[in-house]
């Protein structure tokens, strides 16, 4: 399959990485990143070690299979646009936050695919990717049900040796994926600390009630999320990636823009009844965002 990730910064690069020992890949992103990549090959180092040399350029190609959209939630509008003049046959989001997949619905002609990724990945130097843990992803319909193109797209995945799950409930697990990073992410980037230490401070029950409003806000939405689900999704995560710094905490590591806005932001816009804590969060990191330049 000919695919393109749209976004390849450290997630986008290890799965295109890893789908490129099977697939023809191009990946699209920034320099010095894809001019290293492009020059060198990508490296792959950690929990698995290879080197593969997908294409690497800064501008989406004319035509493609499929396109992988890995970009931050509010970079999705203009990633949208730019897809619109390139030949598709379908799209996934592996993104983060809500709302992505009706933004690129809205532009472009071909299927849109929903997916979550518990795959970790840091990007080191410009041509090397870090693999700090071996995850799943989940896609599918993002109305739910089933569809020939979401099974060709998780052939394609297992094909290079990618965990992967074709859902027929992906509103469900969209919902479950933003009661975890509703729960872990702004925390951990406010408080400066590894995935686990929410399990044994002061922080579990912030993170805990953060989740807790998330599903109360799907359930308004006629999503079936129970607050215990939300919250033993939050301590699975917690405890299956204890060692790894949250997207949110790498970005407020690094002084970037977050995507407070399509989660706990979301959580808040979307909610009809008060919901304090993501509020909070929410406040409090855009405050950061700011503020971080002065």
Same mark, same amino acid.
């Given at each position: 399959?000919?695919?393109?990730?749209?976004?390849?910064?450290?997630?986008?690069?290890?799965?295109?990485?890893?789908?490129?020992?099977?697939?023809?890949?191009?990946?699209?992103?920034?320099?010095?990143?894809?001019?290293?990549?492009?020059?060198?090959?990508?490296?792959?180092?950690?929990?698995?070690?290879?080197?593969?040399?997908?294409?690497?350029?800064?501008?989406?190609?004319? =035509?493609?299979?499929? $396109?992988?959209?890995?970009?931050? *939630?509010?970079? !999705? /509008? %203009? #990633? +949208?646009?730019?897809?619109?003049?390139?030949?598709?046959?379908?799209?996934?989001?592996?993104?983060?936050?809500?709302?992505?997949?009706?933004?690129?619905?809205?532009?472009?002609?071909?299927?849109?695919?929903?997916?979550?990724?518990?795959?970790?990945?840091?990007?080191?130097?410009?041509?090397?990717?870090?693999?700090?843990?071996?995850?799943?992803?989940?896609?599918?319909?993002?109305?739910?049900?089933?569809?020939?193109?979401?099974?060709?797209?998780?052939?394609?995945?297992?094909?290079?040796?990618?965990?992967?799950?074709?859902?027929?409930?992906?509103?469900?697990?969209?919902?479950?994926?933003?009661?975890?990073?509703?729960?872990?992410?702004?925390?951990?980037?406010?408080?400066?600390?590894?995935?686990?230490?929410?399990?044994? =401070?002061?922080?579990? $029950?912030?993170?805990?009630?953060? *989740?807790?409003? !998330? /599903? %109360? #806000? +799907?359930?308004?939405?006629?999503?079936?999320?129970?607050?215990?689900?939300?919250?033993?999704?939050?301590?699975?995560?917690?405890?299956?990636?204890?060692?790894?710094?949250?997207?949110?905490?790498?970005?407020?590591?690094?002084?970037?823009?977050?995507?407070?806005?399509?989660?706990?932001?979301?959580?808040?816009?979307?909610?009809?009844?008060?919901?304090?804590?993501?509020?909070?969060?929410?406040?409090?990191?855009?405050?950061?965002?700011?503020?971080?330049?002065?």
């Amino acid at each position: 399959m000919d695919i393109v990730v749209v976004g390849a910064g450290s997630l986008g690069s290890l799965i295109g990485g890893l789908l490129a020992q099977e697939h023809d890949v191009t990946l699209v992103g920034r320099e010095p990143h894809v001019g290293s990549v492009s020059e060198n090959g990508l490296s792959v180092v950690g929990a698995e070690e290879f080197r593969v040399q997908p294409t690497a350029q800064t501008t989406v190609p004319a =035509s493609t299979d499929l $396109a992988l959209v890995t970009v931050k *939630a509010y970079d !999705t /509008a %203009a #990633v +949208a646009t730019d897809l619109a003049d390139c030949t598709l046959d379908a799209c996934l989001s592996l993104q983060n936050g809500m709302g992505n997949e009706e933004r690129l619905a809205a532009e472009l002609d071909c299927p849109v695919l929903a997916g979550t990724c518990s795959y970790g990945a840091r990007l080191r130097e410009p041509g090397t990717v870090a693999f700090t843990g071996r995850g799943e992803i989940v896609l599918g319909e993002r109305n739910g049900g089933r569809s020939a193109v979401a099974d060709d797209a998780g052939a394609a995945f297992r094909s290079a040796g990618i965990e992967t799950t074709v859902a027929t409930d992906m509103p469900t697990r969209l919902w479950e994926k933003l009661a975890v990073n509703a729960g872990i992410n702004a925390v951990t980037a406010l408080a400066r600390v590894e995935n686990g230490a929410l399990a044994d =401070s002061q922080a579990d $029950a912030v993170a805990a009630n953060a *989740a807790r409003e !998330t /599903a %109360a #806000v +799907a359930r308004e939405q006629g999503i079936e999320l129970s607050d215990e689900r939300a919250v033993s999704l939050v301590e699975r995560v917690v405890d299956d990636t204890a060692a790894n710094h949250s997207s949110m905490y790498q970005d407020v590591s690094d002084g970037q823009q977050t995507e407070i806005g399509a989660i706990n932001g979301y959580v808040a816009d979307a909610a009809t009844e008060p919901v304090p804590v993501n509020e909070t969060l929410a406040g409090l990191v855009r405050t950061w965002e700011r503020h971080r330049e002065r």
